[in-house]
């Protein structure tokens, strides 16, 4: 690995609570089994595995919003942001999208009004999102737009590192194309890194550098995106192929 | 403001509809209003005569539109039992009764709303269990024995307030209030309880949505987030609950005023079912049926000022 690191994880155990075991204890499940990565600077590293595997147990953890885990994780950026898969759902329906984007911006609290609100409309403009998106509320957006909300919402604060967790995968070809698209085309202005947790391995080919194959909490072969492709060694990993044909 | 509009109507529609039930009550329940006055020594030719005067004997139709259009323009007919109009015997008990519920009301939302956010905030706390335990007694007492309650140990034992003695609030304000804090509390103890519990859930089932992880994506802590994503939107249930608790209050408020004595509209109702004094209930349920109405109206307008998408459905 050439490239300077963006992100380290090493030795990451991560556990998650559900149910009650005894009468107010909750039953403690191990998710993540010692996953060990690095990421580099401008690298897209892909995060494949079916559901359950705990691609996004990674993320969360990494982001910080799961907090049980085991073994070191180092952030060589600042601000890192994430963009979740429902659009949907992960906008708040009570606020405008111009307020939604707004938001880190806030919780940074660098700038004062008119300068954040000059900065939504950039953002927006970016994302292919027009001034008059402003005023709309998440449920008057098709999905592809608000995905594009999502996405501007996260770049906003201008990260280097972006974890995209099933980004795609709930929009329709032809959008999630033109969403591709968008992110190639804002990691190459930006010099962004980004994590990209999928299931769809078609997608994973599109635009990834490096691959990271997950089986129930372990990560069981990592490779370059050819490599993964022309030479699986691991037999999940062949049986994910084979499924994507 | 279409919505306003839309809602204004159905507004207006069910008042009118209220009204029509009121009238009709009367001339389905056996008994006439002559008879009653007249009492038992009452010749049939007396009563004939009086039924002609009191206009009894006109179509009822035509009784309903006399009634209804002399309402609107403030006049409410004439009391059988005290022969007084009725516009004046209700404006001399309504500010009682206004302010029971009002106080009522305020109390539900200043108290339920901040026990509500700190119970889901501390959710599985020790505060959040006692409360749990404590809102599931409070629910289940009726408000006649909470006032039962109330005048036993703040009226007879601690002496806050003097039970059955009533202070008219343009006698004096202070001493007004302080003796109407009890019996609005009575009636509203129970509402807080469940509308705390209902904030509860409602804002855990939020903080549980997706939009709240997105918010913890982008810096937001457990607080900030509750407070400036969930609160929110948790509102909306808690807002519809709170309106139909004001127009419950309504009821409980009709057995609290016996309880405390307070010369208010809901003894007076009591008292002129008792009566047959039909003019009274009549007028008594309108303004009743009123309230409840408006009060769901400003919910429905709330509800959708807090969450937009309300307008879709």
Aim: glycine share 6%.
């Amino acid at each position: 690995m050439t490239k300077a690191p963006i992100l380290e994880v090493r030795g990451l155990d991560s556990y998650y609570r559900q149910g009650t075991d005894t009468l107010w204890r909750k039953k403690r499940t191990q998710v993540l089994k010692k996953v060990s990565f690095t990421l580099g600077q401008g690298e897209v590293l892909g995060i494949v595995g079916e559901s359950g595997s705990g691609k996004s147990t990674l993320a969360k953890v990494i982001l910080g919003i799961s907090r049980d885990y085991e073994g070191e994780i180092v952030h060589h950026s600042m601000r890192p942001q994430m963009v979740f898969q429902d659009p949907y759902a992960s906008l708040n329906p009570a606020f405008t999208v111009g307020r939604i984007v707004e938001e880190p911006l806030i919780i940074y609290g660098k700038y004062d009004v008119h300068e954040r609100k000059r900065r939504v409309i950039d953002m927006l403009e970016d994302v292919g999102l027009g001034e008059e998106f402003l005023v709309c509320r998440p449920h008057e957006l098709s999905g592809g737009q608000r995905q594009r909300v999502s996405i501007a919402t996260a770049m906003i604060v201008r990260p280097k590192l972006v974890i995209l967790d099933e980004a795609v995968s709930a929009l329709d070809v032809t959008i999630q194309d033109q969403i591709l698209d968008l992110l190639v085309r804002l990691k190459k202005e930006n010099n962004l890194s980004y994590l990209f947790i999928s299931h769809d391995l078609n997608v994973v080919y599109q635009c990834c550098d490096r691959v990271m194959v997950m089986k129930s909490g372990e990560v069981v072969e990592e490779n370059t995106v050819d490599g993964i492709f022309d030479a699986p060694q691991h037999p999940y990993t062949k049986k994910l192929l084979l499924a994507a044909e | 403001m279409k919505y306003i509009a839309k809602k204004l109507f159905t507004l207006i529609i069910t008042l009118f509809i209220v009204s029509l039930l009121a009238f009709l009550a009367f001339q389905i329940i056996p008994g006439n209003a002559a008879v009653l006055r007249l009492g038992t020594n009452g010749t049939p030719q007396q009563v004939e005569q009086l039924k002609e005067e009191m206009g009894l004997n006109r179509p009822i139709a035509i009784q309903y539109g006399d009634w209804l259009g002399s309402f609107l323009s403030g006049d409410m007919g004439v009391s059988y039992t005290y022969n007084m109009p009725v516009e004046d015997m209700i404006a001399q008990k309504l500010p009682s009764t206004v302010a029971l519920v009002l106080l009522g009301c305020l109390l539900m939302v200043v108290l339920s709303i901040p026990i509500g956010i700190f119970t889901a905030r501390h959710a599985g706390g020790v505060v959040d269990r006692v409360m749990t335990v404590l809102n599931q007694v409070l629910m289940s007492i009726p408000p006649v024995f909470v006032g039962i309650l109330f005048s036993f140990v703040f009226g007879i034992t601690l002496r806050v307030f003097i039970p059955g003695d009533f202070v008219s609030w343009d006698e004096n304000i202070t001493q007004f209030l302080v003796f109407m804090f009890f019996p609005a509390l009575s009636i509203a103890l129970s509402r807080v309880a469940m509308t705390v519990k209902l904030l509860r859930s409602s804002l855990l089932d939020e903080m549980d949505k997706n939009y709240i992880r997105t918010a913890f994506s982008r810096g937001h802590s457990r607080d900030t987030a509750l407070r400036q994503h969930a609160l929110r939107n948790s509102l909306v249930p808690v807002v519809v609950f709170m309106a139909v608790s004001a127009a419950e209050m309504v009821a409980a408020g009709i057995i609290i005023e016996q309880v405390f004595a307070i010369p208010g509209i809901g003894r007076l109702l009591i008292a002129s079912i008792g009566t047959y004094d039909f003019p009274v209930v009549q007028a008594i349920v309108l303004i009743l049926a009123t309230w409840v109405v408006v009060v769901n109206f400003l919910a429905d307008i709330l509800s959708q000022y807090i969450d937009p998408r309300v307008r879709l459905g």
